[in-house]
């Protein structure tokens, strides 16, 4: 079975610092799709990225990145300056073989950020 | 907006009462999956329907239904409800066998159990 770890429960900074929210992963299968969401104290799930398990290439997005690690089974995301609005909580997830429909995701238990002025 | 819409937003019942959660998935998507986030439990997979019939199941309770109609909106019933049941229930939709897996979510619902 699978499996998601987010081992911070919660993280403060200041604005402007950057900030690395922790993911790591467990599956016996080859195939894999990762993914980050954000729950903003609205309630909503949006998602953010997602990246399979055949790519291992980081990724930059304005002030977000991603770094993937299949040897460590990680992947960790960072906020560079951030910001207030950034206050949310960050969900890790993943899902398992591309092939069919049965596409549910499996979460972390979120990491909590908060953003001070 | 994900294009996923939830009703209702907020729900107040009472232990031992039945209710429904409907949800419209996005214009076009086939897969509607439905999940429950408790503050105990976090965000757990309850069911996933494809085109009307049920694709997977996780961790739902016997006192919970789900279907998917025609149209494909789906509705999730709650029945003999207990304090425990009280959380956010959400949905979410994915167009189905070529996607590459994110799920697009709807608002929520969020039930409180008395």
């Known amino acids: 079975a699978q499996k998601v770890t987010q081992a911070q429960t919660e993280i403060s900074v200041v604005e402007k610092e950057d900030v690395t929210l922790d993911c790591v992963y467990e599956?016996?299968?080859?195939?894999?799709?990762l993914f980050w969401y954000k729950q903003p104290p609205s309630g909503e799930l949006v998602f953010l990225i997602r990246?399979?398990?055949?790519?291992?290439q980081n990724e930059i997005s304005g002030r977000y990145s991603w770094n993937f690690q299949k040897s460590t089974s990680s992947f960790n995301f960072t906020i560079t300056a951030s910001q207030v609005v950034d206050s949310a909580v960050y969900f890790c997830?993943?899902?398992?073989?591309?092939?069919?429909?049965?596409?549910?995701?499996?979460f972390g238990s979120g990491t909590q950020l908060t953003v001070l002025p | 907006d994900s294009g996923v819409t939830q009703t209702p937003k907020h729900l107040i019942t009472a232990t031992g009462q039945r209710v429904t959660l409907r949800c419209s998935p996005r214009?076009?998507?086939?897969?509607v999956y439905w999940y429950q986030q408790s503050l105990d439990q976090g965000l757990q997979f309850l069911i996933q329907?494809?085109?009307?019939?049920?694709?997977a199941k996780g961790n739902i309770l016997e006192r919970f239904s789900a279907q998917q109609f025609p149209d494909l909106h789906s509705e999730l019933n709650l029945s003999s409800l207990e304090l425990g049941d009280s959380a956010l229930y959400f949905c979410?939709?994915?167009?189905?066998?070529?996607?590459?897996?994110?799920?697009?979510f709807g608002e929520g619902s969020r039930l409180t159990v008395l």
């Open positions: 979410a939709s994915s167009p189905g066998d070529r996607n590459t897996g994110e799920l697009f």
């Open positions: 599956t016996r299968d080859t195939t894999y799709y």
């Open positions: 990246r399979n398990s055949f790519d291992e």
């Open positions: 997830a993943l899902s398992l073989s591309p092939s069919g429909s049965a596409r549910q995701l499996t």
């Open positions: 214009s076009g998507d086939l897969s």
């Open positions: 329907y494809y085109n009307g019939e049920e694709r």
